[in-house]
């Protein structure tokens, strides 16, 4: 499965980043590069998880306002800055549907559920399509995140770990331990 | 669970940022002062005592005027919005500039036509020996109007029909000059349309607003006056040297804002021995004698350098010995085996509370960095404006240089000509209104050739070249994009701004079709075609002077 390489930062790019925040901390205006850098992925994450595009622009405004507000907090972890933002989104996001403003969806793609079958091992067919379809829904929403991250986003473990609070090995066999009862959920049909 | 919904496409995305929006809501603060445990000891309770008695004997015993308090309010207020607000801020039409001495008749004939006329002691700068320079702008088209950011509407519900338009300005060492009162500059100035049917006006810029001004439909000249044609070229040719040697100073400034970035030391989280997140570590016994530059850190252990290469699995082998090497000035742990040997790149970081002094001086370094670079920048930022606005000048002249200059009053037809004389530098435009059309009925949608909608506008321009007027709607608009409404007759071109510039076009020709138009197809403007050629092809215009 080939995994996005954006979120992985070189050395420099790290310094950079924190060339930006350094200079946020001193005048929130700077905050820009850092807002250009990481509106579209921190949109794309929030609109995956809801239905409501309009909800999910706001939502994202929000994250960017609570970083902002909280800029001076940031302390850096050897991490790219967007783990940071990627947790304050997921607090939002959770706070969205404790607010009833959005309702939590998956959104996935026909290719990412083939991937994953090819990844199982089962045939690639419509027919496992649509029970691949049911076998998430019979997921718990810890179990789902992961699969959701590793599968439909195609996030690295070490990110995975990064923005869910684990360790990158944590993170590996938990996703491991999703995807063993997705079998098990196939083979028991 | 949604499947193979259509994903919203990185401009639609790009198109919503707005950090403005963000940042105008956030009021950044610092950790809350009572968040400070030392406030809440006895020094913060006696300062407390102090405060409430100080503020209660404040507003027991003085009368402090109104004003004095709000005085910094009033500072920190922004300032005035101006009224002119071009579409794209790197297509900006140029000025036009000449050389007028105040001690003498001149007279500027402008490329169309138009001629300007200063008597002597009409202008009255600080230094009389020295020459003004006139700044003008012929908006001759459409395009120039808009690309100028000309607005164009006239009180509640009319836009402007221009037969011509004129902004001149007069400057000194960059300090506006003043005109005479009793000895007004006079100007006759060309048209393009039959100025019979049209009124003359104004921009009060501080109102935002078109006012009628006096002008007559009559050719006038001033007797004795110098008519400016190879004096203006020889004097301009002159200009454009200064400027052309000043550009060549303002590079090697540039050159050594350059060089002084490239100077800067950014500090790095090696230099401080702060350790990375998720990097293994090794607490090392180590010889202090042998890396005397280690002995004086408590707190050490040894952090591997990814990025070196090594076996990854070494650490599920057995080793018999492991110590502490350093080849080329890098450390490196050495593994020895039974039967191999491994070396690993390692750098010593620092843990407990060395780190914690190593952080805060790493955040001290950097802040100090990042506003040395920031002063750098801003100071190569201004020297870049000012380099373009001399190239401006510079080619504005060249242009000059090139054009005819024989003056083309004498055969032109008087009706085309409109004469009006001024005291206040300005804008000024020979139009008639027409009113803006009823918003649309039915709700329109924006979308793209594509078919995804447009993310959102926030200025819209409906032209209907029929007409020859522009609608205007949005930001910097008096019509709210609400109240976007399409003209039922006409080939109406309509240009949407993306807040990040990008503009969307959209051509409305069959008259049939608009009746029952449900939603509006744009295409996005062409990478590397300027506005200005965009606007070109559509209106077929070849008068664009920008």
Known sequence: ?189 | MNLDRPNLSSEEIKGRQNFEDVLSKVKVSSPSFWQNPWFWGPTGLATIGIAVFLSLNSVNSQNVPHEEKVTLAKNELPKDTECIHPPSEKEEVAFENYEVDPQKNEQLVLSNGTVISFQKGSLQPENLNEKVQISVRQLNDKSTVFLAGIPMDYQENNAFISAGMLEIRGTQNGKEVAINAKIPVKVDMKLTKDGSSFDFWKLNEEAKAWEKYPSTAQQATVPGAKVKTKDTVQSNTQSADKRVAAIAKIDQKLEKCTQAIEQLVKPSVVAFKIPEANHQKFDLEFDKSTYPELAKFENLVFEIIPTTGYDKNFTKKTWSEVKLDKANGNYEMVFVGNTEKMKVAVRPVLQGSELKVAQKNFDKAMTEFAAELQKIEIEKQQLEKQKATYRSEVEAEIVSRLRTTTPALETANVNDVVSFSFTKWGIFNSDKPSPYPAAAENELAFVWKSGNDVARFHRIFVFNLKKDVRYDYGKFARHGLQEFGLDKKGDLVIIGLLEDGTAGIAELKKESDRMALDKIVFSRQQNGVSLKETLKLLFEDEKITA
């Open chain 1, 1 to 189: 499965m080939t995994v996005n390489t954006l979120y992985h930062h070189t050395h420099e790019r790290l310094e950079e980043e924190l060339v930006w925040i350094q200079q946020a901390k001193g005048n929130p205006a700077l905050f820009a590069p850092l807002y250009k850098k990481y509106h579209e992925p921190i949109f794309r994450y929030v609109h995956q998880r809801m239905d409501d595009t309009e909800m999910a622009f706001d939502v994202t405004s929000q994250v960017f306002m609570k970083a902002l507000k909280n800029i001076h907090k940031y302390e850096y972890r050897g991490v790219p800055f967007g783990s940071w933002l990627y947790r304050i989104a997921k607090s939002e996001l959770y706070q969205a549907f404790r607010d009833k403003q959005a309702q939590r969806t998956v959104n996935v793609e026909s290719v990412s559920l083939f991937e994953m079958m090819d990844e199982m091992d089962e045939d690639q067919s419509e027919l496992n399509k649509q029970l691949l379809v049911k076998a998430l829904q019979s997921l718990k929403e810890e179990q789902l995140q992961l699969i959701e991250m590793r599968f439909f986003e195609k996030r690295s473990f070490k990110e995975m770990g990064e923005i869910l609070d684990l360790t990158e090995n944590n993170a590996k066999v938990k996703c491991f331990r999703a995807l063993e009862k997705l079998k098990k959920y196939f083979h028991d049909k």
